[in-house]
């Protein structure tokens, strides 16, 4: 057998899912929530859920509202974690060189198959009959010549498939354009106005086109498509968080010794996803007082982050908003990991828009365009989008014009920090238009940006 660089995935579906079920049968017909018991934000569905809009991320509250019956589950992330080392172990008795970004998710090279006798048949029956051996957990693999090809086969498979040599495309063509890996929202969106449903039909539109038209992300997911994936294998394992602790000799009373430990471990994180190259898309914070009694507060971070200054900044907002507090013994810091090559952390531009242009009917001229090349019915609504203008409110500020208290929508709130100040002045005529900014945090945790205009009128600025 030639050796050729074929790729094989091998997944079990929902691991947590299958983990709670496995733990408590009577489950299994039931529609239930993990839940994280830090936030009670959802961590994980059962499918159906998923489909009627249940996301990773929602509140329990929201979760009741659209399906009032659910089953809510503490999620028992260490267990999770343990069974997909074990499931590694089992994989790297036939390749140690193992990718797997997410629970219950690993792909191989097969090349190994050029020095024995087996076939990929074979070599995927023996991972599946291994695995539920082990685990009695279902499992399913696939090969195909490409990672994104393996992974929706994975997917389809019952409980193996071999895609043939060259015919990944072929594969490919009648799948749902969302099953593209991060897909921005805003081109699916335009291939549907367009009529675009799957990625066969995705495929078929000429490469130029799509450069112009949707960017480099864009023309990256249509080679895919055609079933030329350049991606290579990354040899990393899952790791669902990293955390980092300080423990005080003397309980602390003061809220800005805490604070310099919350820098501390802030700095240790981002040096951590530094260099091993990860963002963090969650930041959760953990604060053990004297008398044994642990607070948690957790935070998303959209876009995912690396940086310490962003880190840090959201770590003491979140102390911040942590009440009642007794002397504190322990700090604990926790960061989700994500490796950059996951992130969608951008909106694709609508158009490539020259910042020098000065003609006015740009995107008037670029929509016309559109339905000459597309057709009237690709064009459903066409609407010039401006900045979001700032919303009027009322300030009430110290002698020197630092403002003290902040009233939004009827409602007063005291400005418990003020982070940034910074200035903006520019000339109107021959009028000096000078406008003060301040970023900080208000009694509700919120963290906005206000300005004014000479100090007479203030403003959100909500860009």
């Known amino acids: 057998m ?12 929902q691991l947590p899912i299958q983990v709670e079920i496995q733990l408590n049968p009577q489950l299994n017909k039931q529609h239930f929530i993990l839940i994280d018991p830090s936030n009670q934000r959802v961590l994980y569905t059962t499918k159906l859920l998923y489909n009627i809009g249940i996301n990773k991320g929602d509140s329990r509250h929201n979760a009741e509202k659209i399906y009032p019956k659910v089953i809510f589950i503490n999620a028992k992330e260490k267990l999770y974690q343990k069974i997909h080392i074990k499931l590694q172990n089992i ?7 193992i990718e797997s970004s997410h629970l219950g998710e690993y792909f191989i090279y097969t090349n190994f198959l050029a020095n024995t006798t087996n076939t990929e048949e074979l070599l995927l029956n023996t991972i599946i009959k291994e ?3 082990f685990t009695q957990l279902s499992a399913t693999a696939a090969i195909a010549d490409t990672k994104f090809a393996a992974r929706c086969a994975a ?6 498939r071999s895609i043939p040599k060259g015919k990944d495309a072929d594969f490919l063509k009648s799948l749902s354009i969302k099953n593209l890996p991060n897909s921005p929202k805003e081109l699916l969106r335009r291939l549907d106005l367009f009529g675009i449903k799957t990625i066969g039909e995705f495929a078929n539109i000429p490469h130029d086109l799509i450069m112009s038209q949707f960017g480099s992300k864009a023309f990256e997911l249509h080679t895919m498509s055609r079933g030329k994936d350049n991606r290579t294998l990354n040899h990393c394992i899952h790791q669902p968080n990293i955390r980092y602790t300080k423990t005080s000799p003397d309980p602390i009373c003061n809220s800005k010794s805490a604070e310099h430990l919350l820098q501390d471990l802030s700095y240790q994180i981002s040096q951590y996803l530094i260099k091993n190259g990860y963002h963090t898309q969650a930041i959760k914070l953990s604060i053990k007082d004297e008398k044994g009694h642990t607070q948690y507060k957790r935070n998303k971070l959209q876009p995912p982050t690396y940086t310490h200054t962003r880190i840090q900044r959201i770590s003491i907002n979140m102390f911040t908003q942590i009440k009642n507090i007794n002397p504190i013994t322990h700090i604990t810091l926790e960061a989700d990991l994500l490796h950059p090559w996951h992130t969608d952390a951008y909106q694709l531009n609508l158009f490539n828009i020259n910042p020098q242009a000065k003609n006015k009917d740009h995107l008037t001229n670029t929509i016309n365009y559109i339905k000459d090349r597309f057709g009237e019915k690709s064009i459903q609504k066409a609407k010039t989008i401006s900045k979001p203008t700032p919303d009027s409110i009322k300030v009430k500020c110290t002698s020197e014009g630092i403002p003290i208290t902040i009233q939004i929508n009827k409602h007063t709130h005291l400005v418990k920090t003020i982070h940034q100040h910074w200035r903006s002045q520019s000339n109107w005529w021959n009028k000096c238009v000078r406008k003060d900014y301040y970023q900080l ?10 300005f ?9 600025d909500r860009q």
Do not use: H
């Not at 660089?5 to 091998?10: F, H, P």
């Not at 994989?91 to 060189?97: C, H, I, T």
């Not at 004014?452 to 959100?460: A, E, G, I, Y």
């Open 91 to 97: 994989l790297s008795k036939f390749n140690n060189q």
């Open 441 to 450: 945090n208000i009694t509700n945790g919120r963290l906005i940006t206000v």
């Open 2 to 13: 030639a050796c050729v660089m074929r790729i094989l995935c091998m997944m079990l579906d």
């Open 155 to 160: 997917l389809r498979a019952s409980p193996t």
């Open 131 to 133: 695995i539920t051996y």
């Open 452 to 460: 004014s205009t000479n100090k007479n009128n203030w403003f959100l």
